[in-house]
């Protein structure tokens, strides 16, 4: 049963019954600055039992923190598929969900090539569901019925999937790797780390000193534009315009005739808040010292990069030498898809920096044994590459 949640006492009944379910599902559907402004909640589905409830916190009369607290009580499991997006947006509304199981990350573990859910559920359960809906406008209202079926449809099969991957676990014996995996939901805070920069480092090429001045300022000039008319940034102010503008000034009196600009900001008003802007950061610029004849983008010191041509070399030999051994006798006993989850590049970054807190312990176990099933040791193998480097 498809329940839309859209009123205080549907809210009231999807909770009560929430707070006492045996086990949840939970998806979300969002809008990242597509067709408003930021990263935004638009559909919540929590799934209990035979009902699922499509609560919308877009309703005036749905207060969305309400379904908080049986998604943070962790006597009650919640299932998901793929949540990282959808743990980041939860965590930025003040909910931090416990007792998570992401089926993604059991589907890893079980050798599944990396695929969408529809894929996941075609090959584990032979189910077939919608896509019509894949890439809707959450922010409609009202919702298409194919909109609910398709946001339904997330929630649904989950319990199903999730009884049939964890019997495979336990027959493989891997249960416990999968509870790692996932208390990572639980152990960090993802708040705000899925938010897009504006700024970006590779934006400075080109630019001297006085120009990335010139160009940090317009783009901070979008983005609170961007905010109080919540549209999406990329839809305000064409970065290439900005770019031009900060390369040359006084370019900045064609704004009112300018096909980048929204049409809405394309009037007189707008084009001298730009151009004060403009004489702004160029006093800044004078003021900080800044010049127009050093590169913005500072390149790393001779004693830096000979630091970071060390550590590739390491890796470089590491992988081949010790890592690929070990992972392809890994993929022999649980499958190339899980080697490849289990000793990614990150990992083996993290052994050769030593970044302990940085590999799931059962990972570590897996990796060290297995290596030295092949007569090698990881940490005299690292301590040799980098004494070999110096």
């Known amino acids: 049963m498809i329940r839309y949640t859209a009123t205080s006492h549907d809210l009231n009944t999807a ?39 499509l609560v919308d916190p877009l309703s005036k009369d749905i207060e969305i923190e309400r379904t908080f607290r049986p998604l943070e009580n962790p006597e009650i499991p919640k299932t998901c598929f793929a949540f990282g997006e ?3 947006l939860l965590h930025s509304l003040g909910c931090y969900p416990k007792n998570v199981l992401d089926l993604s990350l059991a589907a890893n573990l ?20 919608g896509k019509a809906a894949q890439m809707s406008n959450w922010y409609e209202r009202p919702l298409s019925g194919n909109q609910k079926q ?8 989950l319990p199903e999937l999730r009884a049939q991957l964890i019997g495979l676990a336990e027959k493989k014996g891997i ?36 120009q990335w001045h010139l160009y940090t300022r317009l783009m901070e000039f979008r983005e609170e534009i961007a905010r109080k008319k919540n549209i999406p ?20 009196t064609s704004w009112h005739q300018e096909r ?6 394309r009037n007189k008003n707008t084009g001298y808040e730009a151009e004060l802007l403009i004489e702004d950061a160029l006093a800044e610029a004078r003021e900080l010292g800044l010049s127009d004849m050093k590169p913005a983008e500072k390149k790393p010191s001779k004693e830096k990069l000979a630091s970071i041509k060390r550590f590739q070399n390491v890796v470089r030999h590491l992988k081949n030498e010790l890592f690929n051994p070990v992972k392809q006798l890994i993929a022999k006993d649980y499958g190339e898809n899980t080697a490849a989850f289990i000793l990614n590049n990150r990992v083996i970054e993290a052994f050769i ?15 060290e044994y297995t290596a030295m099933s092949l007569g090698m040791n990881i940490e005299g193998a690292v301590d040799e590459a980098k004494k070999a480097n110096n």
């Not at 079980?110 to 529809?118: A, E, K, R, W």
């Not at 398709?150 to 099969?157: G, K, P, R």
């Not at 920096?353 to 990796?367: Q, S, T, V």
């Open 110 to 129: 079980l050798n599944y090539p990396p695929m969408s859910l529809t894929h996941l559920l075609i090959e584990v359960l032979g189910i077939q569901t």
């Open 86 to 88: 959808d743990i980041r």
């Open 15 to 53: 909770v009560d019954h929430l707070q006492q379910a045996p086990e949840i599902a939970i998806d979300l559907e969002f809008d990242k600055n597509h067709y408003r402004y930021g990263f935004n909640l638009c559909l919540m589905q929590v799934m209990a039992e035979s009902t699922c409830y």
């Open 260 to 265: 980048g600009v929204h049409p809405s900001l």
């Open 233 to 252: 940034s990329y839809k305000i102010i064409d970065k290439s315009f900005l770019t031009a503008v900060a390369a040359k000034p006084d370019y900045v």
């Open 175 to 210: 249960t416990d790797w999968i509870n790692q995996e996932n208390q990572v939901w639980e152990t960090q805070d993802f708040a705000g780390t899925g938010e897009t920069e504006f700024l970006k480092e590779r934006d400075k090429k080109g630019m001297n000193e006085v």
């Open 150 to 157: 398709y946001a339904a449809e997330d929630v649904m099969f």
């Open 353 to 367: 920096a030593e970044k302990n807190d940085d590999i799931l312990p059962y990972r570590r176990e897996l990796i």
